[in-house]
């Protein structure tokens, strides 16, 4: 079950999500996925994709630096 306790996540936190979506993606992720999840501010949508859509200029998205990637301890 999520956490819901409303603290912000610690940075060893922040690391291991980003480790375990780059897992995913390499995984599960197989053309694209669409996801609603529900938070306490009102649903989010996150689109994931092996290809940049053209309504988006490269320049929006942020590389995620590789020392965030791999080892989480």
Known sequence: MADNSGAPMT???IRQFFAL???WCDTELDQFTALLIPTRYGDV???FA???S???PPELYERL????LGDTE
């Open 11 to 13: 940075d060893a936190e």
């Open 21 to 23: 979506l780059q897992r």
């Open 45 to 47: 949508y996150a689109t």
């Open 50 to 52: 092996r290809k940049r």
């Open 54 to 56: 053209a309504e988006f």
């Open 65 to 68: 630096p590789a020392t965030w």
